[in-house]
């Protein structure tokens, strides 16, 4: 059985997923940088993001919405994304039509939440009540009989009544933590694929991702390895998801032996929703290309970060720094805690060479920062198309923070570098280009 031991190296990044979820208005989750509009609330003050002023129950968040509802205002009145923006779009399906929200209320009284797309099809609002008072509770609202309408389809804009009832006084209501899963009551899915690489496909060796010509893999899943592994697609993209996950192994033997020699990084896309740590091993052969032959390295690295979130991992090859050399990759190793339960959705498996990248490319034309140089924020503002995705990488290469905010400003984070300066890849529909940034 060709188990190799475990090397545990905590290496912690900074990132965000590219889909949603959960909503968690967290400075680098989802929800806080969004623009949300209030409706028919009066004066229509703005959402406000505040700290959590009870997170010590069910609730550990840091940071959370605060809606304030005018008892001038409609019964209905609320707050919703942008249509096209924050959310990205999406279809209602069995696998993720159940939706959860934490409430904190002074008062109780239903809660509303319903979805719109571009077109202004809605699914119609969904009223469940809170039963606590002043303490934080988890809401359910229950989308299955809807996921086979038009309005299921194409989905772009989430619309929440944080008090929708006739009032007799100013409320000041909470929510956070918007959640999706199946209608069965399972573990939560992804509700779209992992974020697309754009690298030039001459600076890529791939093992598993759709915009690329893959290289030939013997197992995703070898015979010592335990776990399951399913073949499945999200919106069209094909992703594999391991189950009960101990270790998976991915074995590339013989022939399908890989020299990556000439690249820089290893790239996989994770989406969990439940492990605590993801680890990533690489193993070499050695000159032989021979298991035990006496020449074997290997070199794991370990990953603790958010759960139901996509994270692109765009980890240095100089960080598996136990490998003897890059000659004779012959195993990718896959394995988490919790050990044996966790589940992975994985995508976009592959190796690139990254060494001039943030140099060589322009930076575009239509993004302004301001300040720069800065020691906490830097404003980034779009003239002609959102940011779709935003990397900060250090002049080594190495991706230090990602978001994918779909938004035309932006306010860069940066106050947790160290000063120096840093490279910001900016993806936006039609134009990928970098600037250099400095932090004081």
């Not at 590339?252 to 969990?272: E, K, P």
Request: proline share 7%; net charge negative; aromatic share 10%.
């Amino acid at each position: 059985m060709r188990i190799h031991v475990l090397v545990l190296f905590f290496f912690m990044y900074q990132l965000c997923s590219a889909q949603l979820g959960p909503i968690d208005y967290e400075p680098t989750g989802f929800g806080a940088t969004w623009l949300w509009t209030t409706f028919e609330n009066d004066s229509n003050p703005p959402l406000e993001i505040i700290p959590n002023p009870d997170p010590n129950g069910i609730n550990t968040s840091n940071t959370v919405a605060r809606f304030t509802a005018n008892v001038a205002g409609a019964p209905w009145a609320g707050v919703e994304t942008v249509h096209g923006q924050g959310i990205g779009t999406f279809n209602l399906t069995a696998a993720n039509c159940v939706v959860k929200i934490m409430v904190y209320k002074p008062i109780i009284s239903p809660v509303g939440i319903k979805f719109a797309t571009p077109a202004g099809a809605s699914t119609g609002e969904i009223l469940v009540s809170n039963t606590l008072i002043n303490q934080w509770e988890e809401l359910t609202f229950d989308f299955s009989n809807v996921v086979s309408a038009p309005s299921s389809t194409g989905i772009d804009q989430i619309i929440i009544f944080p008090d929708f009832t006739q009032r007799s006084d100013n409320r000041i209501c909470l929510f956070d933590n918007i959640k999706f899963s199946n209608q069965n009551g399972g573990n939560p899915i992804p509700m779209g694929p992992a974020p697309t690489p754009t690298y030039p496909e001459s600076n890529v060796i791939s093992l598993f991702s759709n915009p690329y010509q893959n290289v030939a893999v013997d197992t995703w899943m070898a015979p010592w390895s335990a776990a399951q592994v399913t073949d499945l697609q999200l919106s069209g993209n094909d992703t594999k998801r391991y189950d009960a996950l101990n270790f998976a192994g991915i074995e590339m033997l013989g022939n399908n032996i890989l020299d990556v020699t000439s690249m820089t990084h290893f790239r996989v896309d994770f989406w969990s929703p439940n492990l605590n740590e993801f680890k990533v091993k690489l193993v070499d052969f050695g000159g032989d290309g021979q298991y035990a032959g006496g020449d074997d390295s290997e070199s794991e690295l370990s990953f603790v970060l958010p759960t139901e979130s996509w994270h692109s991992l765009e980890i240095p090859l100089s960080s598996f720094n136990q490998l003897n050399s890059n000659l004779h990759i012959a195993q990718l190793i896959l394995s988490g805690t919790p050990s044996g339960s966790g589940t992975v959705y994985i995508d976009n498996v592959l190796f690139f060479n990254n060494e001039g990248a943030s140099i060589l490319e322009e930076q575009p034309k239509s993004i302004k920062a301001y300040p720069n140089p800065s020691a906490n924020n830097i404003l980034l503002s779009a003239e002609d198309s959102p940011m779709n995705t935003i990397k900060v990488f250090g002049l080594d290469g190495t991706l230090l923070m990602e978001d994918s905010p779909k938004l035309f400003s932006y306010s860069l984070d940066i106050s947790t570098l160290p000063a120096g300066i840093y490279i910001v890849r900016i993806s936006q529909t039609n134009n990928t280009g970098t600037l250099r940034i400095i932090k004081e």
